[in-house]
């Protein structure tokens, strides 16, 4: 079947623009995960989605970004008045179940000029 | 203390080496555990989970140390193709994530 995919693969954007990043995780998948990885960095968590709602979102650097999902299906990460330090790859997982394995959207790469 | 530390690396070997990367984790709670693999811009994917036992799967054993905290990975018979970063992940226990070391690279040469 079909994995997680992310929409768009590759933006470039302005300073002070806004951005939406789509995920669509596996279907039957309840829980979502977004995280942030900076070039040559590890992984960092941002929030995560346990059907369409969101229990933690401690990872959110910012009050810029936030995140929904809806039909526990999409979900979608936006940021406002991005910044350059936003600049990174976004990776969307899911899992059947909260903390069962996570499988890997390819990422959206992000560059804020 | 991060939650979880890895040796950054790079480990390079040369094929047909075995080569073992071990990560530690602070919180004495964590439930589970697993190692991913991640290639060079490319998304990271699952390994091997690591369970109580100890366990295997083709050239890789992972094991899993519950009173010194740590979890190993071990990579017997080196391909090229193992040449990736591996990813120590963690349960932390109470918190409601799984937590991503900063990966072991590994190359494997020739």
């Known amino acids: 079947g079909a994995g997680v995919s992310q929409s768009p693969s590759n933006k470039v954007t302005e300073k002070g623009k806004d951005v939406e990043l789509r995920c669509d995780p596996i279907?039957?998948?309840?829980?979502l995960y977004w995280y942030r990885q900076r070039l040559g960095q590890g992984l960092e968590f941002l929030i995560y989605?346990?059907?369409?709602?969101?229990?933690?979102k401690s990872g959110l650097p910012s009050d810029r970004f936030s995140a929904e999902r809806t039909g526990e299906s999409v979900s979608t990460l936006t940021i406002q008045r991005t910044q350059q330090e936003d600049s990174a790859v976004y990776l969307c997982?899911?899992?059947?179940?909260?903390?069962?394995?996570?499988?890997f959207g390819p990422g959206t790469r992000l560059t804020v000029l | 203390r991060k939650e979880v530390e890895q040796d950054p690396g790079p480990f390079n070997v040369p094929e047909g080496a075995t080569v073992a990367f071990n990560c530690t984790y602070s919180n004495s709670a964590s439930q589970s555990f697993f190692w991913y693999r991640q290639d060079c811009r490319k998304e990271p994917k699952l390994l091997m989970s690591?369970?109580?036992s100890g366990n295997e799967d083709g050239r890789f054993t992972a094991q899993l140390n519950r009173a010194s905290q740590y979890i190993s990975l071990l990579i017997r018979d080196s391909k090229l193709s193992d040449s990736a970063t591996y990813l120590c992940?963690?349960?932390?226990?109470?918190?409601?994530?799984?937590?991503f070391g900063t990966g072991t690279r590994l190359q494997v040469t020739l």
């Open positions: 989605f346990q059907g369409n709602s969101a229990p933690d």
């Open positions: 279907s039957g998948h309840t829980a």
């Open positions: 690591v369970y109580s």
């Open positions: 997982a899911s899992s059947r179940e909260y903390n069962n394995e996570q499988f």
């Open positions: 992940v963690v349960n932390t226990g109470t918190a409601s994530k799984l937590t």
